[in-house]
């Protein structure tokens, strides 16, 4: 397994890089548009919509909101988008506090939980776009938080295998542990500074950094565990099988999804108080 995820993400991270580094701000949406509702797709089999037309329908309508926060980015209505996806976040602690909540595949419980796909894709895919539109170094900001999930991911995995003994959540992800968490904090605080040190922040900014970089960490692992939680409804193991090692979109997406308003909203309100 260690082999395979090696090899996928070998693979696909230079390609990444390079759209976001590279493309223009509408076409990167337009990418990112595309993963997240290729992630959307896996959430709807997830959310217990069993036929293709109703799934399908139910993308289409994510995409439509796609389409109408896009006008929104880079003014201040963005900020209202990506607060819902804050909260939603932070209401989803309940859920995994009682995690047979809307278990039961019932007309009501998957409409809530395609609701979460919706306050949970959304406010992500804007708060990524706003990142990579700002000025200056957009682009190098919307790659350091995609690396601070990367390396939390990371740093989880290799502390959890190698430390792992206190179960984290072990009725919803039997595999997660209290030394993965520190691990995923350990690599992607080194990320944060060392990115934002690349970015021109220094002294007490950078500490700020840090602590906006470390809570969207700290989201990241609540996004996994709700995807988690999601999938022992449905009883499947992973949520697709388009990356070898990695499973589906979903799966490489959870974390991100949960991540990216939590640094979009930090780095808005640094940005606020660092102004003259």
Same mark, same amino acid.
């Given at each position: 397994?260690?082999?395979?995820?090696?090899?996928?993400?070998?693979?696909?991270?230079?390609?990444?890089?390079?759209?976001?580094?590279?493309?223009?701000?509408?076409?990167?949406?337009?990418?990112?548009?595309?993963?997240?509702?290729?992630?959307?797709?896996?959430?709807?089999?997830?959310?217990?919509?069993?036929?293709?037309?109703?799934?399908?329908?139910?993308?289409?309508?994510?995409?439509?909101?796609? %389409?109408?926060? @896009?006008?929104?980015?880079?003014?201040? $209505? #963005?900020?209202?988008?990506?607060?819902? &996806? /804050? !909260?939603? *976040?932070?209401?989803?602690?309940?859920?995994?506090?009682?995690?047979?909540?809307?278990?039961?595949?019932?007309?009501?419980?998957?409409?809530?939980?395609?609701?979460?796909?919706?306050?949970?894709?959304?406010?992500?895919?804007?708060?990524?776009?706003?990142?990579?539109?700002?000025?200056?170094?957009?682009?190098?900001?919307?790659?350091?938080?995609?690396?601070?999930?990367?390396?939390?991911?990371?740093?989880?995995?290799?502390?959890?295998?190698?430390?792992?003994?206190?179960?984290?959540?072990?009725?919803?992800?039997?595999?997660?542990?209290? %030394?993965?968490? @520190?691990?995923?904090?350990?690599?992607? $605080? #080194?990320?944060?500074?060392?990115?934002? &040190? /690349? !970015?021109? *922040?220094?002294?007490?900014?950078?500490?700020?950094?840090?602590?906006?970089?470390?809570?969207?960490?700290?989201?990241?692992?609540?996004?996994?565990?709700?995807?988690?939680?999601?999938?022992?409804?449905?009883?499947?193991?992973?949520?697709?099988?388009?990356?070898?090692?990695?499973?589906?979109?979903?799966?490489?997406?959870?974390?991100?999804?949960?991540?990216?308003?939590?640094?979009?909203?930090?780095?808005?309100?640094?940005?606020?108080?660092?102004?003259?």
């Amino acid at each position: 397994m260690l082999k395979q995820r090696t090899i996928t993400a070998l693979i696909l991270a230079p390609l990444v890089v390079a759209i976001i580094l590279m493309a223009p701000n509408w076409l990167f949406a337009l990418v990112v548009a595309a993963l997240f509702l290729g992630a959307s797709w896996e959430w709807t089999l997830l959310a217990g919509i069993g036929s293709a037309a109703a799934r399908g329908g139910a993308v289409l309508l994510v995409a439509a909101l796609i %389409a109408l926060a @896009w006008p929104l980015h880079g003014t201040p $209505g #963005a900020a209202g988008v990506i607060a819902v &996806g /804050l !909260l939603w *976040w932070t209401l989803s602690l309940l859920w995994l506090r009682h995690f047979a909540y809307a278990a039961a595949p019932t007309r009501e419980n998957t409409a809530l939980k395609f609701a979460a796909c919706i306050v949970a894709v959304v406010p992500a895919w804007l708060a990524l776009v706003q990142l990579h539109a700002q000025s200056p170094h957009g682009p190098y900001w919307a790659l350091l938080a995609i690396l601070l999930v990367w390396a939390a991911d990371t740093g989880a995995y290799f502390a959890g295998t190698r430390f792992g003994r206190r179960k984290l959540a072990p009725r919803i992800s039997p595999n997660k542990t209290w %030394a993965g968490v @520190w691990g995923a904090f350990a690599l992607a $605080g #080194a990320v944060a500074l060392v990115g934002g &040190g /690349l !970015l021109g *922040w220094r002294d007490g900014w950078l500490v700020a950094l840090l602590g906006a970089a470390l809570l969207s960490v700290a989201a990241s692992i609540v996004g996994d565990l709700v995807e988690s939680l999601l999938k022992r409804h449905a009883n499947v193991k992973d949520s697709g099988a388009l990356f070898p090692g990695h499973g589906g979109l979903l799966d490489r997406a959870d974390s991100l999804l949960a991540a990216l308003p939590v640094f979009a909203a930090g780095k808005m309100l640094l940005d606020l108080l660092r102004q003259p």
